[in-house]
């Protein structure tokens, strides 16, 4: 775990930042910074802090360098239905830092 504290203080270079995107409106956020492993990035209370937002997420690490972004999305629609879970990986593509407003 990082805190988030510490990569907005530091100006971080991030070399990949993961949003994970859970069910509605749940987002947390994983950084790989350099010579390290990629962690989730951790509030004042060391628990992963949540977004509601992409746009949250890009104002959050707006201050940050930030080499690579993407959104790992992994689906539950198969267990809703009563299917076991899909042995697929998740869907990822590519997250854009720029802001879209």
Known sequence: MVRYA????NHAKIECLTVHSYEMNVYLVS???PGEDEAYVT????RPMRFVGCQQVREAFSGC???VARLLHESA?????GNPPA???PMELPFSM???L
């Open 87 to 89: 042995a697929a990986r």
């Open 65 to 67: 360098d930030v080499s």
């Open 6 to 9: 510490e990569l907005v203080r």
């Open 43 to 46: 509030g004042v209370d060391d």
């Open 98 to 100: 720029a802001s879209a």
């Open 77 to 81: 629609y198969d267990e809703m239905i």
């Open 31 to 33: 950084v790989a910074l």
